[in-house]
């Protein structure tokens, strides 16, 4: 049973504009959100969080936006730029947990 | 500046080898983790600690072992290994507060042949 699920492999968008990726959890239990971004043959690194007890994050060009009742967060990056092209992944956590719990990934491509 | 380290980059075995994964931390955080990443399986977790010398079953512990003698070292060992643990191997720690985000080392790729 897969709990933290990114449901688009790959994310194509135009630099400048918009790019949005989707998570999607089933876990109730969960109450603290995570993204990170990871390029190749390096390590994720952390780029913005959310707890259960907000709607919405922002830093930046990044915004996460949390809808608890579809159980579902999205990170927005406005505007996007080729340097933004990684994996994105999300990950959740609940209290005294101890641990998260990481989606599949999704791979953004921004083009000049 | 917060650092993680994986003592190698790459590591080629032979099936049945013995491998130990280094892992170092210099942030004095509690907890330390061994993820497996794959491609379209995301990351997955193998053990974590939560201090020395204890240690928890991820989702994916089989056929492999960790040992945490001193709270910033956590090393990941594959007593024999076979081809479908062939894969990057991440480390990563945190402080011990619910949902404080993880630091992860920059990964060793394991081919196991």
């Known amino acids: 049973d897969q709990q933290v699920k990114q449901n688009s492999p790959s994310l194509s968008v135009q630099e400048g504009r918009i790019s949005i990726l989707n998570c999607d959890y089933t876990n109730s239990m969960f109450d603290y959100f995570l993204w990170y971004k990871k390029y190749p043959a390096e390590g994720p690194t952390f780029l913005i969080s959310i707890s259960s007890i907000k709607d919405k994050n922002e830093d930046g060009r990044f915004t996460v936006f949390l809808n608890k009742s579809a159980k579902h967060l999205s990170l927005h990056i406005v505007p996007s730029q080729p340097g933004d092209s990684a994996v994105y992944f999300c990950a959740a956590t609940h209290t005294n947990a101890g641990k998260s719990t990481f989606g599949d990934g999704t791979t953004l491509t921004v083009k000049p | 500046d917060v650092k993680v380290t994986q003592s190698s980059r790459y590591l080629v075995k032979r099936t049945g080898e013995k491998v130990f994964l280094e892992c170092v931390q210099d942030m004095d955080h509690e907890n330390m983790f061994w993820y497996r990443q794959d491609p379209g399986l995301g990351l997955r977790l193998i053990y974590f600690?939560?201090?020395?010398?204890?240690?928890e079953k991820g989702d994916i512990p089989e056929g492999y072992s960790v040992s945490r003698e001193k709270k910033e070292r956590f090393s990941l060992i594959l007593e024999s290994t076979s081809t479908n643990q062939t894969s990057m191997y991440l480390c990563a720690s945190s402080l011990w507060q619910n949902g404080e985000k993880l630091f992860f080392g920059s990964g060793t790729q394991l081919s196991v042949l």
């Open positions: 600690s939560y201090d020395v010398k204890m240690k």
